[in-house]
């Protein structure tokens, strides 16, 4: 394997996504300290969170360059995750409220 | 595929997009045009993504079904420092030292590929070292609280949960960083040696792609654990 096929990209792309990586951990920290509440604040926490992972997955671990084959590979099974997250957002509003039922009632 | 017939292999450079995912897949060859080591990397930290979310979940779980007040992290995280009171500033810094190290990371894969040896030890030095402050930072957070009475099981703020969590999850990750440390310190050692000049300089990608992961991880984290 002749060291040529590996990904090779200029440095000021790395320096420009380096510093919008900074700028965005600034304005999710801005979102703290200004005490944002409710969707407002998980809104922009969300939507920080997903930019700055994307950019670090796609330009820094060089994913956008892959082929789609080995997207799918890396993207695809996640996907599982969300379901992960729904059952057990349901499960802990039930436990939530069972709690409320029993703890008062003693 | 008759059109490859003037004695040309066909690659994994066939086709792009949905084309590519079927030629990739049905040609005679390996599916995935990279080193294995490359694959492999990028596997294990699949599996690793899955067990970092199992943690979130589950953070998520009980921070919802909690019935006592989620302590609030803004609070607990604040440092008062020359007599100003800043909220979650040690969190923030520790973002700030990561995300340099992953910018000093790509560059030395960068440096790799260019078969600039001297540069990419510098770099990846350079990461190990902001990697060592990060866990240095995570392990005066941890003094602090557990000063301050937080434990796996109880703690002065509010909802006895918050501790496990707060431990599982940032430990996990903390000993992630440790160990990438300690990678990028042996893989850097060998560039030094030049032991990957005839193989080429694709494991300082690997090395980048375990790192970068990393960083992912605390984006996630610090979303979710510390500005939730």
């Known amino acids: 394997m002749s060291a040529d096929t590996g990904q090779q990209h200029p440095i000021g792309l790395y320096l420009k996504i380096w510093a919008l990586l900074f700028v965005l951990s600034f304005f999710s920290y801005m979102v703290d300290y200004f005490h944002f509440e409710g969707m407002l604040r998980w809104f922009l926490i969300l939507v920080f969170m997903f930019l700055k992972a994307g950019f670090i997955v796609s330009i ?7 082929r789609t084959a080995m997207k799918l590979v890396i993207l695809l099974p996640p996907v599982a995750i969300l379901v992960l997250i729904i059952l057990m957002a349901i499960e802990a509003d039930y436990t939530f409220l069972t709690r409320l039922v029993f703890f008062s009632s003693s | 595929m008759n059109s490859e017939s003037s004695g040309q292999i066909p690659t994994a450079e066939t086709g792009t997009g949905w084309t590519g995912v079927v030629n ?6 390996e599916n995935f045009a990279m080193p294995w080591g490359k694959l492999m990397m990028w596997l294990f930290l699949l599996s690793d993504t899955f067990i970092f979310s199992v943690f979130l979940v589950g953070y ?6 909690a019935v006592d007040s989620w302590p609030n992290p803004s609070e607990v995280f604040a440092l008062t420092i020359g007599g100003q009171h800043i909220p979650l500033i040690l969190i923030a810094l520790m973002t700030f030292v990561l995300i340099t190290s992953s910018g000093t990371m790509a560059m030395a894969v960068n440096f790799g590929y260019r078969k600039d040896r001297k540069k990419t030890v510098m770099l990846m030095l350079a990461t190990a070292a902001l990697g060592a402050t990060f866990v240095g930072m995570q392990a005066f957070e941890w003094t602090k609280l557990i000063h301050e009475g937080v434990r796996p099981w109880e703690n002065p703020f509010g909802a006895s949960q918050f501790g496990s969590a707060f431990f599982m999850i940032t430990g996990f990750h903390g000993m992630h960083v440790s160990a990438g440390v300690i990678y990028l310190l042996v893989i850097a050692n060998r560039v030094r040696k030049g032991h990957y000049e005839e193989k080429g300089y694709d494991i300082v990608e690997i090395t980048g792609l375990y790192w970068h992961f990393v960083d992912l991880v605390w984006v996630f984290i610090f979303a979710f654990f510390y500005l939730w």
């Open chain 2, 60 to 65: 998520m779980n009980v921070r919802m079904s």
């Open chain 2, 24 to 29: 990739d897949w049905a040609a005679d060859k």
């Open chain 1, 60 to 66: 820094f671990m060089h994913l956008t360059w892959e």
